[in-house]
């Protein structure tokens, strides 16, 4: 990606560089803190990093955040860890983007641990302490949400709802004490549109967080308002679509890339942008989508997002067919996309063994769109394999995953009522991260090992205090 390396980032961080060198001097003209925080990560590690992100105004500083298990009043002497941003990641800026985005990556850090933190320079200010909560790696009931959809308008910009309509919903969402959010894509109208992206981030920063005072950390997706308006078929991130690759730091080229939370959930992140199929991008990512697959068939849980919705109006878009039977073969769970705003949930779909049918929950993919976030929301006709909607209200998922191996999902309104729901059942894993067996099966034949050797060593000492005796 541009921002990890490239001629880019060699550029951008020569004149960072010399930005700050003409920066020094002027410190007395005041302090450039943080103006949002939020959370996202930057690599397939959910149990032992996070990713904290930020914008200042002025100063294209390299970014710190200091770091603890307790909280510590956001004094920034009384961290106990500190991290210092990668400068060929961060300070970030382009053409067009107000100020400087950072990035700061947390790592080596406790599973299922509450970190409480600021971020900022000690030569520029802090933010005010935040806190968050790591995976764990053991098997553990856990809580997400969903939401796609949340930019400004259409033919009217912004439409009266609006940003209300967004909000509601991220204070809705926040309230359920959710672990992380899936984001479906949509955030804002256009794609350069600073005023919309910091009112956006703004909005996270003050909402998205929970009654314990977590921050909630976003998974997100690419959708078609944050590329260049008329779209190209193949787009190029670096220029069609660098406000959103220049404020989400993501895992691998940042397109495409998979995390894992416990070892019951993989989440598999998908670019629906990519509009021709010819194209070495989409035929890159298909097979980056099938190893991935096969990586994580042993998972409980698999669920996909990306920004489009395949089946429309029943039936499969021709160019993500390829998709679709690799979800059958793998036997995918839940497919969450939005780009539609309304909601709609199809019965389970196997469209390699059953096209046309509808087949028995288990045995198939269950199909979603959530364009409810706050976007103007609408509706249209139920199709053959419609199982609930399509409804135009503002909305947002929130899907528990329990210990013992049920997924339930509900969709939650703008008022907070729950207006279809659904569960599925699975035999609970074995509290394990795929793969984990083996690494049991090991401790399991070391500890023999060991106590066979105890056992001989005992036995050559008592032997050893016989013949003594003896003697």
Same mark, same amino acid.
């Given at each position: 990606?541009?921002?990890?390396?490239?001629? %880019? $980032?060699? %550029?951008? !961080?020569?004149? %960072?560089l010399a930005c700050a060198v003409f920066t020094l001097p002027v410190k007395a003209q005041g302090l450039d803190p943080p103006v949002y925080v939020y959370l996202t990560w930057a690599r397939d590690d959910t149990a032992h990093s996070i990713n904290v992100s930020w914008r200042t105004m002025e100063r294209g500083y390299l970014?710190?955040? *200091?770091?603890?298990?307790? $909280? *510590?009043?956001?004094?920034?002497? =009384?961290?106990r860890y500190r991290a210092v941003g990668d400068p060929a990641v961060t300070p970030v800026r382009h053409e067009g983007l107000k100020g400087y985005v950072h990035h700061v990556e947390l790592t080596g850090l406790k599973p299922d641990t509450v970190y409480y933190f600021i971020a900022g320079h000690p030569e520029h200010g802090w933010s005010g302490e935040r806190a968050f909560r790591t995976a764990p790696e053991r098997a553990k009931s856990f809580r997400f949400v969903i939401a796609g959809d949340s930019h400004s308008g259409a033919d009217v910009r912004p439409y009266p709802e609006w940003p209300?309509?967004?909000?509601?919903?991220?204070?809705l969402m926040a309230q359920q004490s959710p672990s992380f959010l899936l984001g479906l894509g949509d955030y804002v109208f256009y794609y350069d549109d600073q005023w919309e992206w910091e009112d956006w981030f703004e909005a996270l920063d003050r909402y998205l967080v929970t009654p314990e005072g977590l921050m909630v950390p976003i998974i997100p997706t690419i959708g078609n308002h944050e590329i260049v308006y008329p779209e190209p078929?193949?787009?190029s991130p670096e220029v069609d679509a660098w406000n959103y690759y220049a404020r989400f730091n993501l895992p691998g080229n940042e397109r495409w890339y998979a995390l894992s939370w416990g070892p019951d959930l993989r989440i598999i992140v998908?670019?629906?942008? +990519? /509009?021709? $199929? &010819?194209?070495?991008a989409w035929r890159e990512q298909v097979v980056w989508l099938q190893s991935e697959l096969e990586a994580s068939k042993d998972y409980l849980w698999k669920v996909v +997002?990306?920004? &489009?919705?395949?089946? !429309?109006?029943?039936? /499969?878009?021709? &160019?993500?067919?390829?998709?679709? =039977? /690799? =979800?059958?073969?793998? &036997? %995918?769970?839940l497919v969450l996309s939005g780009h539609t705003h309304s909601y709609e949930r199809s019965h389970p779909l196997d469209w390699t063994r059953a096209p046309g049918e509808i087949v028995q929950p288990g045995e198939g993919t269950i199909y979603i769109i959530a364009g409810g976030w706050g976007g103007p929301v609408s509706g249209r006709p139920p199709a053959w394999c419609t199982a609930a909607g399509p409804e135009g209200r503002f909305h947002h998922l929130v899907v528990d995953v329990s210990e013992n191996g049920m997924l339930r999902l509900r969709a939650v309104d703008s008022e907070g009522d729950v207006f279809d729901e659904f569960s599925l059942q699975k035999e609970p894993s074995k509290g394990t991260t795929p793969g984990g067996s083996a690494a049991i099966v090991i401790s399991i034949v070391t500890i023999a090992i060991l106590a066979a050797g105890g056992a001989a060593f005992l036995l050559w000492k008592r032997l050893g205090r016989d013949e003594r005796s003896r003697s």
């Open positions: 990606m541009w921002k990890k390396g490239g001629w %880019v $980032p060699a %550029v951008l !961080i020569s004149s %960072v970014g710190e955040v *200091r770091y603890d298990t307790e $909280p *510590r009043g956001g004094n920034p002497e =009384f961290y209300e309509s967004r909000d509601n919903n991220t204070k078929t193949d787009y998908l670019d629906s942008e +990519i /509009l021709d $199929p &010819r194209s070495e +997002i990306f920004h &489009r919705r395949m089946v !429309i109006g029943g039936t /499969l878009e021709p &160019r993500q067919e390829e998709w679709a =039977f /690799l =979800f059958d073969k793998y &036997r %995918v769970d």
